[in-house]
């Protein structure tokens, strides 16, 4: 099968990562995938949440949104009320960057992340986690520098991908036509050590089996680790 884009059923579309993009972020980057591009920031802070005050633990959250021209529709800012779908992806980009981070060795300090969506085009929750990293291990390299004292703080990578079935055909990394039509849409984060943080996936109309759900999960795999590897160069660079 020859997809739209002319891609291989287990080809990546071009992924290039552009590091230290904001001038005043602690670490940043900007994320392309295909024609989705996504701004990744990290900001350190030297305060945690009321419930970790006292323990010795930092913390890691992070915010998700799509700027009103990323989409052919305009989207309306969040600015009263945030949405369940906005919702949902910060907490799933939290919970994927909480893995990665050695929260108990890095004091009364947060860290807050933000991904903002430039352009839409599929995939801009994993794009968001992969692009995300990369911002969160360049702020944590500025902090080491200022506090040498501190111990190693990252554990693993963590990378993102979306895979799903298009006209019956396990396919890698959806574009948004696939992603709209698609008869199962996953999401799979994982680390470069090779354990699972989440799979999201769904059927759209019919169930699907054994077979597929392997068949996905091999592909996550694959495509998880090609962006573990991009994220290598760009942050030994």
């Known amino acids: 099968m020859i997809r739209t884009d002319g891609r291989a ?51 890691l959250t992070a915010e998700y949104s799509m700027l009103p021209a990323s989409s052919s529709q305009r989207i309306q800012r969040e600015r009263q009320k945030i949405g369940g779908r906005t919702h949902e992806i910060q907490r799933l980009i939290g919970r994927s960057l909480r893995m990665c981070v050695d929260l108990s060795q890095l004091g009364d300090r947060s860290i807050l992340v933000d991904c903002d969506v430039v352009d839409a085009d599929g995939g801009t929750r994993t794009a968001s986690i992969t692009g995300a990293y990369v911002a969160v291990v360049l702020a944590i390299k500025k902090l080491q520098v200022k506090s040498p004292s501190l111990v190693p703080l990252v554990k693993t990578a963590v990378a993102a991908v979306s895979v799903g079935i298009v006209k019956g055909v396990p ?67």
């Open 9 to 59: 059923p287990n080809q990546l579309r071009p992924v290039k990562i552009t590091p230290n993009y904001l001038s005043h972020a602690t670490g940043s980057c900007l994320i392309e995938v295909g024609g989705t591009k996504v701004i990744c920031s990290a900001m350190i802070e030297e305060t945690v949440p009321s419930f970790l005050k006292g323990s010795g633990k930092g913390w």
């Open 171 to 237: 396919c890698l990394d959806l574009n948004y036509e696939e992603d709209k039509d698609a008869e199962v849409d996953m999401n799979i984060v994982r680390t470069a050590s090779g354990r699972f943080i989440e799979v999201q996936g769904t059927a759209e109309g019919v169930p699907f089996d054994d077979e597929a759900m392997q068949n996905l999960i091999l592909l996550g795999k694959q495509g998880v680790q090609e962006l573990v590897e991009i994220q290598k160069r760009v942050l030994e660079a």
